[in-house]
């Protein structure tokens, strides 16, 4: 698991992050947490095979397609898939893996793990952002 300063570290330098599970949908957290992130400065790719654009970026249909320069992956997917793609993530050796609030997977935690793959699961970004990177500022 990522410790507490890998994150804050993550978080408070823009990157480019895969944003699995976008969704078009306002209330969901797959369109509000990475808007935020957009807004604070990350290059956003968005992953969903049924949108064509997502908050102003070409959709792709899966991680496969990615470029080879993500410093991160965001999945908005439940834990089952949630799984399948975290372990497709480490075999692209995407450096940090993040499985939002509620969303687990014990084997891509040790495959990440055992690669040497910075992974976060059961955490909002968004949440982590306001309140252990802009609260550390005051």
């Known amino acids: 698991m990522a410790s507490k300063q890998e994150i804050i570290e993550f978080l408070s330098h823009p990157r480019k992050i895969a944003i699995v599970g976008a ?24 992953i969903n095979p049924k949108i064509s654009m997502f908050l102003g970026e070409k959709s792709l249909d899966s991680l496969d397609e990615a470029p080879d320069d993500l410093d991160g992956v965001i999945i908005f997917r439940l834990s089952h898939s949630a799984e399948k793609v975290a372990l497709k993530a480490v075999d692209k050796k995407i450096p940090m893996i993040w ?40």
């Open 23 to 46: 969704s078009t949908k306002e209330h969901k957290a797959g369109y509000f947490v990475p808007q935020y992130l957009q807004k604070r400065g990350f290059t956003i790719v968005p």
């Open 99 to 138: 499985l939002p609030d509620r969303i687990t997977s014990e084997k891509a935690r040790q495959y990440a793990e055992e690669n040497n793959i910075k992974f976060v699961q059961d955490r909002c970004a968004l949440r982590d952002t306001k309140y252990l990177v802009l609260r550390q500022n005051y």
